[in-house]
């Protein structure tokens, strides 16, 4: 039995509903402001999150990404807080927030070149105020690595190039527009392969084993840091035809991609409705760290609403349509992903004491289904009205913290589990969930100066699902409704059976610089080789038969297979100059890895016999080697 989550989805006659509130109610707006969301990676959020834990603004919701206006007004209530026990700003983080003010400001009509952008500002239609921008940016991200053992270096790149055009239109509706070129080279080693399922498995016509092809983490960067931001496809340079679409860049390619959205804010800014194409975080108690939706995953088109009718309560829901990876090609994986998504999640806060945000999550294959689109009836429930063909997904977060001194939190993430066996929650594989638990401290007396300590563990199997043949359906292979989108995890950006442990220092020394040190210990049961680990990869299924007597569908963290463990450490820095539109920024660091492993006889005990027919256990590839890489990456970014 799966559990999840509720949301809606995108069917015209929906938009066109949720867009009509915009005008129809709108005017309720009290003063104009700009809705368009400010991308979940700006550092401008790591500064609000700061104000927060101090006590200087109300507490602020777990749903991201906020518009212009939320941040203006947010950093506005920072400047004007009244002085507080270890929270009063220095004059130093006043300078940071009002350089933040000046950012995301409306500046006058006409060229600015300090932005690169040109603004207009004029009164159209029945008097109906129009108002935007169009510029240009640049960003790249360059990086290189020398492994010692192999004596072997990697470089890398991910430079673009954005066009965007964004407004408002009277005083409740947004519009924003960015499309992007891009070159890009992230080499990543081929590792061996993998089995889908545990090798006990009895076909049974459905549930059919299967070997995919396991890579490892692109060489000239971090480990779990590279993030694919190309949409569809790619071309390697020399060749730009529709026979060389690739879906990888092993070597220096270009390719396309576009962001989109239209929002408005409506009852007197308590309800925002968004619609749009663009990355989101649900649920972090701290930048990145959400176990639901995470910063990291990839864009997809979506409608949202967020309801905030007082600071103590929030209502938020998203439903959407999920991207197919194109590794295989344009047309063949399409043939077994069709799915949207829905995701829906309420907030209580108690002052700036206590937060809690519960919800639940939905993949499920795209049809007309109105108890998905509909956002307060809750999926858990719904599924059991429709029969159990879609992945379900409950989470949970709980925060506490002294304004001033600092926070702890925990999140939960539950996939799925079986009541009845409970206490064996930690060694059986059918229970899929993830887990973390931090805490912050505010370092006084320093400029925005925090250090984190964090825990998260990702049970094997967590955000996979088993395939189905669908009724919806006609298709040969069954469909697939993983916990993904573009061949990139929803949730949290480690694979299944993996955990970490994550120290970060962050400061910011100057106005209009910001520096952090990190380290990661990262641990991951192998994907790949003689002693892989079932329920390690994004693509494992697990078996639906005899889950809880299965020998082989028992887990042991560390000692089932082969796991591979990473100690990553490094330093960065980013400096935004005064007199220029120009942002430097890079890292520097180590990252050290190698493995742990068990005899064939230990190995035994969870790898059975393989039936006839299905694929054999790897045995010739996918070598457990160790290595030291010393990692350089540095970027800039002109214009903002």
Not at 74 to 101: H, W
Not at 420 to 429: A, G, P, Q, V
Not at 614 to 632: C, D, H, K, M, V
Request: charged share 20%; hydrophobic share 40%; glycine share 8%.
């Amino acid at each position: 039995m799966s559990i999840y989550k509720i949301g809606k989805k995108i069917q015209p006659i929906t938009a066109v509903m949720l867009m009509s509130a915009l005008f129809f109610f709108g005017k309720t707006v009290l003063y104009a402001q700009t809705h368009v969301s400010v991308p979940v990676d700006h550092a401008v959020y790591y500064l609000l999150e700061q104000a927060e834990a101090r006590g200087l603004c109300s507490p602020l919701p777990a749903v991201k990404p906020y518009t212009r206006g939320k941040i203006l007004e947010t950093i506005n209530e920072i400047l004007d807080a009244e002085p507080k026990r270890f929270g009063s700003l220095t004059d130093g983080e006043r300078e940071i927030l009002e350089n933040a003010c000046d950012e995301f400001n409306r500046g006058a009509a006409g060229f600015d070149p300090k932005k690169g952008m040109y603004r207009f500002d004029t009164t159209g239609k029945k008097s109906v105020r129009f108002s935007g921008d169009m510029g240009i940016t640049l960003e790249s991200l360059n990086s290189a690595a020398m492994y010692t053992e192999q004596d072997e270096s990697y470089m890398g790149t991910d430079t673009w190039g954005t066009f965007f055009v964004r407004g408002d239109v009277g005083e409740q509706f947004s519009f924003d527009m960015d499309f992007s070129a891009g070159m890009m080279k992230a080499h990543r080693a081929k590792l061996g392969e993998y089995n889908t399922y545990a090798s006990e498995l009895e076909s049974d016509g459905e549930s059919i084993n299967r070997q995919v092809t396991t890579y490892g983490q692109p060489l000239a960067f971090f480990p779990y840091t590279y993030q694919k931001n190309w949409d569809g496809f790619m071309f390697n340079l020399g060749s730009i035809d529709a026979g060389n679409m690739k879906g990888w860049p092993d070597s220096i390619s270009i390719a396309a991609r576009m962001t989109a959205e239209m929002s408005g804010s409506v009852f007197g800014d308590m309800l925002l409705i968004r619609f749009g194409r663009i990355r989101r975080e649900w649920g972090a108690m701290t930048p990145g760290s959400s176990l639901v939706l995470n910063s990291a995953a990839r864009p997809f088109v979506g409608i949202e609403a967020d309801f905030n009718p007082v600071p103590w309560f929030a209502f938020s829901s998203v439903t959407g349509v999920l991207e197919f990876d194109n590794l295989n090609g344009i047309s063949d994986p399409a043939m077994t992903f069709q799915n949207a998504y829905s995701l829906q999640q309420i907030e209580i806060n108690y002052k700036n004491y206590f937060h809690i945000d519960f919800g639940s999550a939905a993949i499920w294959a795209k049809r007309f289904e109105l108890g998905y689109i509909f956002p307060l009836l809750d999926n858990f429930f719904y599924q059991n009205y429709i029969g159990n063909f879609d992945n379900m997904a409950i989470h949970l977060n709980l925060k506490g913290q002294y304004p001033g001194l600092g926070k702890l939190w925990f999140s939960i993430f539950l996939d799925e589990v079986e009541m009845s066996s409970m206490t064996s929650i930690f060694e059986l594989d059918r229970h899929m969930f993830a887990y973390q638990a931090g805490l912050q401290g505010i370092i006084p007396f320093l400029p925005f100066t925090s250090l984190t300590l964090s825990y998260t563990k990702i049970e094997p199997y967590n955000y996979t699902h088993t395939r189905k043949f669908l009724p919806w359906y006609s298709s040969e292979e069954p469909m697939e409704t993983a916990y993904v989108n573009s061949g990139a995890c929803l949730g949290y950006y480690l694979p299944p059976n993996s955990d970490e442990l994550k120290v970060r220092f962050d400061i910011h020394p100057l106005s209009k610089t910001a520096s952090h040190l990190q380290y990661q210990l990262i641990r991951h049961g192998a994907d790949y080789g003689p002693h892989q680990v079932d329920g390690s990869s994004l693509v494992s299924e697990l078996d639906p038969d005899g889950r809880s007597e299965k020998a082989s569908l028992r887990k042991d963290f560390l000692n089932d297979g082969a796991y591979q463990w990473m100690h990553i450490i490094k330093v960065g820095a980013a400096h935004t100059f005064k007199n220029l539109p120009l942002t430097i920024f890079g890292e520097a660091g180590v990252v050290y890895s190698y493995f742990t492993d068990i005899s064939e006889e230990e190995y035994s005990k969870y790898d059975r016999p393989i039936p006839d027919g299905q694929p054999s256990r790897p045995t010739a590839t996918g070598e457990y080697l160790n290595f030291t890489a010393f990692i350089l990456t540095l970027g800039f970014k002109i214009f903002k």
